[in-house]
């Protein structure tokens, strides 16, 4: 016979307050829908599978309401819940690991009396940067419109598109069946209503079975992935056509080419330093590379949207909506800015970069990979 459990048991098994299952309960995130035969309401098997699951998305730092979205999913059972939790967990423990190991060796450094750089202090910060940064995000990042239209068009005739990394769903298609990919609890908050529907998972680890979708698409976040190779091997396993948008770090020239990072911001080169090159993420899943122009009045205020329009890197909010000025550290952050300032001020900044004033769209080394 199915053992019935009463509240006051859950909550001690569960390690939780009877109050939060009562809430639980008036919210209609888990009710106790069995009975005793004096009538008493108690939890069955399946409200306990549904609790742990409540649970475990709380302790990865979701949103009660986002929760009921992820547990009343139609689409996942009690097993494919499981595995992308089990997914999810892995990854943060993952991280967690990464994060040791970085700490442990910056106690041997200080030991030595060795200060790291702030660069060495956040590159083991990955997906948790988001949980941190996230919530400045939308204040400037939205759809470009022209850089939209070439991913659809990559995407072909695709009816089903997977996008991992989605964030706020900037980049999805309007007009398939697009199911997102997003680990970070702050950016899957910050989600539209009505965006397509999003499963909490990482690129890592994809809860989906092979070629579950006609086409899977990564915006900008590649390049955040614990394992960016181990990531796009997972696109290509559960899709048939695989488009990510992406910066050309590799070549020796990235750097030199935007203004930003070449004359203000140099310690952007230690952040990308042990991040497989773009040709090693296209050979990995036998993909072509596009360059992507970017437009002098480019909507989406990534990092080198403002190529045209140097003030808007003196505003808090377009620096902080991007990672890499967190990344960097607040000493580069201020020096950068106060150089840029003072170089736009005395006419210096025009003056260096004057080629760039007539021209419409830039080549700056962003890339589409197309597989
Ligand atoms: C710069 S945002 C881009 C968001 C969205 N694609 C867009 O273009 O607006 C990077 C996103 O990658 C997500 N991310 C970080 N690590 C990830 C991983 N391992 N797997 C999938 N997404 C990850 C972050 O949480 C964040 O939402």
Not at 76 to 99: F, I, N, P, Q, T
Not at 109 to 123: C, D, F, S, V
Not at 141 to 157: C, Q, S
Request: hydrophobic residues 45%; aromatic residues 8%.
């Amino acid at each position: 016979m199915e053992e019935h459990l009463t509240v006051g048991r859950v909550a001690e098994l569960a390690g939780v307050s009877v109050r939060t299952l009562h809430h639980y309960d008036e919210i209609g995130l888990v009710r106790p829908s069995a009975r005793t035969a004096a009538g008493y309401r108690t939890y069955s098997a399946d409200d306990v599978g549904r609790l742990r699951e409540v649970l475990a998305y709380r302790r990865l730092g979701f949103a009660l309401r986002d929760i009921a979205d992820l547990v009343d999913d139609p689409a996942a059972d009690a097993v494919a819940h499981l595995r992308r939790l089990r997914g999810l967990l892995v990854e943060r423990r993952d991280r967690a690991a990464s994060m040791v190991t970085a700490i442990d060796r910056e106690l041997e450094a200080r030991a030595m009396g060795i200060r790291t750089t702030p660069e060495e202090q956040l590159k083991a910060f990955g997906a948790q940067l988001y949980e941190a940064i996230g919530a400045a995000y939308p204040a400037t990042r939205r759809t470009e419109p022209r850089i939209a239209a070439k991913v659809w068009e990559a995407l072909g005739d695709a009816r089903t598109v997977l996008n991992v990394g989605a964030g706020t769903g900037s980049y999805e298609p309007p007009d398939r069946e697009v199911t997102a990919v997003e680990p970070s609890a702050v950016m899957w908050a910050q989600r539209p209503a009505g965006a397509a529907r999003c499963v909490a998972a990482a690129a890592e680890n994809l809860p989906f079975a092979d070629r579950s979708f006609d086409a899977a698409m990564a915006f900008s976040t590649v390049h955040h992935w614990r394992d960016p190779i181990a990531g796009l091997r997972e696109m290509r396993r559960v899709a048939r056509r695989v488009v990510v948008f992406t910066h050309d770090a590799s070549d020796t020239g990235w750097r030199h080419r935007f203004w930003l990072t070449r004359d203000y911001l140099p310690e952007v080169a230690g952040l990308v330093a042990d991040r497989p090159p773009v040709d090693r993420l296209a050979r990995a899943i036998g993909a072509r590379l596009e360059p992507v122009l970017i437009p002098w009045d480019c909507a989406d205020g990534f990092l080198e949207a403002y190529w045209r329009r140097p003030q808007a890197y003196l505003e808090e909010p377009v620096r902080r909506a991007v990672s890499v000025w967190t990344r960097v550290g607040p000493e580069a952050e201020r020096r950068a800015v106060a150089g840029l300032r003072d170089d736009l001020a005395s006419g210096r900044w025009s003056e260096r970069n004057r080629d760039l004033l007539d021209l419409d769209a830039a080549e700056l080394g962003l890339r589409l990979l197309v597989a």
